[in-house]
C-alpha cells in the first residue's frame, strides 16, 4: 500500500517562493500519476493545484497556480516536487498529494480529486501579506 508525506511548507512572504516535496512509499509508484491539491480554511473541498503523468512528460495545472507553480517528479527517489514561486496570500491553505488510484488511465494527471488515493496528511502553507 501506498503511503505518501508531504513536507516543505511553513510561512512565506507574498511574491515568495516554496518548494513542497511528496515522499511516495510504494513499489508501484512509477506507474501512477500523482497530483497535488490544496484545502484553505474557509473551503470545504479540495481544490486542483497541479499534476504530473507516470513518467513525468504530461503535467496539468488549474488556472490559479498556471505560470506561477511546476509539478516535478524523481522515479528514482519515488519523490514529486511543487515548485511554488510569487506566493500570494490567497495561495494559503493545506496542500495534499495523493496517487490517482481510483479509474480510468490511472498514468495520466487528473484535475478531479475523487480520482486520487493514499491521501498525506498535508503541509501547511502561509503567505502574509
Known amino acids: 500500500q501506498e503511503q505518501l508525506v508531504e513536507s516543505g511548507g511553513g510561512l512565506v512572504q507574498a511574491g515568495g517562493p516554496l518548494r513542497l516535496s511528496c515522499q511516495v512509499s510504494?513499489?508501484?509508484?512509477?506507474?501512477?500519476?500523482v497530483g497535488w491539491f490544496r484545502q484553505a480554511p474557509e473551503k470545504e473541498e479540495r481544490e486542483f493545484v497541479s499534476?504530473?503523468?507516470?513518467?513525468?512528460?504530461?503535467?496539468d495545472y488549474g488556472d490559479i497556480v498556471k505560470d506561477r507553480f511546476t509539478i516535478s517528479r524523481d522515479n528514482a527517489k519515488n519523490m514529486v516536487y511543487l515548485q511554488m514561486n510569487a506566493l500570494q496570500p490567497e495561495d494559503t491553505a493545506v496542500y495534499y498529494c495523493?496517487?490517482?488510484?481510483?479509474?480510468?488511465?490511472?498514468?495520466?494527471?487528473?484535475?478531479?480529486?475523487?480520482?486520487?488515493?493514499?491521501w498525506g496528511l498535508g503541509t501547511q502553507v502561509t503567505v502574509s501579506s
Open positions: 510504494g513499489r508501484t509508484f512509477g506507474n501512477y500519476a
Open positions: 495523493a496517487v490517482r488510484v481510483r479509474s480510468g488511465a490511472l498514468w495520466s494527471p487528473s484535475p478531479d480529486s475523487s480520482q486520487y488515493g493514499y
Open positions: 499534476a504530473i503523468s507516470w513518467n513525468g512528460a504530461v503535467t
